[in-house]
């Protein structure tokens, strides 16, 4: 029996993933969402990213279809040696089947870097969703996640190291549940953490808790992404935190200049560390992650954008402002994530 995380070239020991982005996309498709701009010399929507257009974007993330797909090799090992030369040591891509995940790109990026990849496996929201997801076919649907997690991706001898994203809707669909149902029996047959895509109501992650409780699922092993979109305050997470699960802040580099979700305002990175610092003096420290969620180019510096290096560079140093000392920073972004993704094999 060893203990070791799954990466996109094998297995390897957890103290050599080193700095962990938990939440990343590397290779990613979202053009379904394209919507066509509108305004005076907005373009068609179809012109490549450039400094023409990417301060428009990030305003208007859906209105350029080249913005919605990250696809090229060599602009993802470009950004992976800015984040490797920034002491970063591992991205998690959980980039579903359905939206431009490629363990062969993933490999190598890896290969061409050194910088640890480890690949997801699991249904995103709704939407994207084909009619084969549904509630009569969960068995079929484990079928997948424990094939993908045990044997290999996509005819590959890649093995998937985690399942996720997971997508939900508010309220859930009912080829979510299936979804969340076969990721709770697929962890327990493979031990594999569970991470999850919460929709940004404020009861959304609440009623994911309670399906994934309901099939089963061990919660201390599963991740509740986008917290920071999610919930406004404090005791809202803290809330959460007595599930036991993972309680993920992703979304740092974005504020609520540039884009808003729901109800709640995008908070500055310095916002998010107050309140994670507030949670780990509540006795939560060893369950906080966080990461970026990269996801368009105009969010990669080759664009312009904040890119994967954005937390060690500008927002780890400043964690001590808020009270944070190094052991607790280690735990946040290396201890953390290690436990997550380990399974015995």
Same mark, same amino acid.
């Given at each position: 029996?060893?203990?070791?995380?799954?990466?996109?070239?094998?297995?390897?020991? /957890?103290? @050599?993933?080193? !700095?962990?982005?938990? =939440?990343? =996309?590397?290779?990613?498709?979202? #053009? @379904?969402?394209?919507?066509?701009?509108?305004?005076?010399?907005?373009?068609?929507?179809?012109?490549?990213?450039?400094?023409?257009?990417?301060?428009?974007?990030?305003?208007?993330?859906?209105?350029?279809?080249?913005?919605?797909?990250?696809?090229? !090799? *060599?602009?993802?090992?470009?950004?992976?040696?800015?984040?490797?030369?920034?002491?970063?040591?591992?991205?998690?891509?959980?980039? /579903?089947?359905?939206?431009?995940?490629?363990?062969?790109?993933?490999?190598?990026?890896?290969? @061409?870097?050194?910088?640890?990849?480890?690949?997801?496996?699991?249904?995103?929201?709704?939407?994207?969703?084909?009619?084969?997801?549904?509630?009569?076919?969960?068995?079929?649907?484990?079928?997948?996640?424990?094939?993908?997690?045990?044997?290999?991706?996509?005819?590959?001898?890649?093995?998937?190291?985690?399942?996720?994203?997971?997508?939900?809707?508010? /309220?859930?669909?009912?080829?979510?549940?299936?979804?969340?149902?076969?990721?709770?029996?697929?962890?327990?047959?493979?031990?594999?953490?569970?991470?999850?895509? /919460?929709?940004?109501?404020?009861?959304?992650?609440?009623?994911?808790?309670?399906?994934?409780?309901?099939?089963?699922?061990?919660?201390?092993?599963? !991740?509740?992404?986008?917290?920071?979109?999610?919930?406004?305050?404090?005791?809202?997470?803290?809330?959460?935190?007595?599930?036991?699960?993972?309680?993920?802040?992703?979304?740092?580099?974005?504020?609520?200049?540039?884009?808003?979700?729901?109800?709640? *305002?995008?908070?500055?990175?310095?916002?998010?560390?107050?309140?994670?610092?507030?949670?780990?003096?509540?006795?939560?420290?060893?369950?906080?992650? !966080?990461?970026?969620?990269? @996801?368009?180019?105009?969010?990669?510096?080759?664009?312009?954008? =904040?890119?994967?290096?954005?937390?060690? #560079?500008?927002?780890?140093?400043?964690?001590? *402002?808020?009270?944070?000392?190094?052991?607790?920073?280690?735990?946040?972004?290396?201890?953390?994530?290690?436990?997550?993704?380990?399974?015995?094999?």
């Amino acid at each position: 029996m060893a203990a070791v995380v799954q990466t996109v070239l094998g297995p390897l020991e /957890p103290s @050599a993933l080193g !700095v962990v982005l938990p =939440h990343e =996309h590397v290779f990613f498709d979202l #053009r @379904a969402r394209f919507s066509a701009p509108t305004g005076h010399n907005c373009g068609t929507g179809h012109e490549p990213v450039s400094l023409a257009n990417v301060g428009r974007l990030r305003y208007a993330q859906r209105t350029n279809v080249d913005n919605l797909h990250l696809d090229d !090799v *060599e602009t993802a090992i470009a950004e992976f040696e800015i984040f490797k030369g920034e002491g970063g040591g591992t991205i998690v891509d959980l980039s /579903p089947a359905s939206n431009g995940r490629s363990v062969q790109k993933l490999r190598k990026v890896s290969e @061409a870097t050194g910088v640890h990849v480890v690949a997801g496996t699991g249904y995103y929201v709704d939407e994207f969703l084909t009619d084969e997801v549904n509630t009569a076919r969960v068995d079929a649907l484990t079928e997948v996640l424990v094939r993908e997690l045990s044997e290999g991706i996509d005819g590959t001898d890649v093995r998937a190291g985690i399942i996720g994203e997971v997508g939900c809707s508010w /309220p859930l669909t009912d080829r979510e549940r299936a979804s969340l149902t076969a990721s709770a029996i697929a962890q327990q047959q493979t031990g594999a953490a569970i991470s999850i895509h /919460p929709d940004r109501a404020a009861a959304a992650p609440a009623q994911i808790v309670a399906e994934l409780r309901s099939a089963g699922a061990d919660l201390s092993r599963v !991740v509740m992404g986008h917290l920071d979109r999610t919930f406004g305050s404090v005791a809202e997470v803290l809330a959460l935190a007595e599930s036991g699960v993972y309680l993920e802040f992703d979304l740092f580099g974005q504020e609520s200049s540039h884009i808003k979700y729901g109800e709640i *305002e995008l908070p500055s990175d310095m916002a998010r560390l107050r309140m994670i610092a507030e949670v780990v003096r509540r006795g939560h420290g060893g369950k906080v992650l !966080v990461s970026h969620d990269i @996801a368009l180019k105009h969010h990669l510096e080759s664009y312009g954008g =904040h890119g994967y290096a954005h937390l060690q #560079r500008r927002v780890v140093p400043r964690m001590p *402002e808020v009270g944070l000392n190094q052991d607790e920073i280690d735990l946040i972004v290396r201890d953390n994530p290690a436990r997550l993704l380990t399974v015995t094999t």
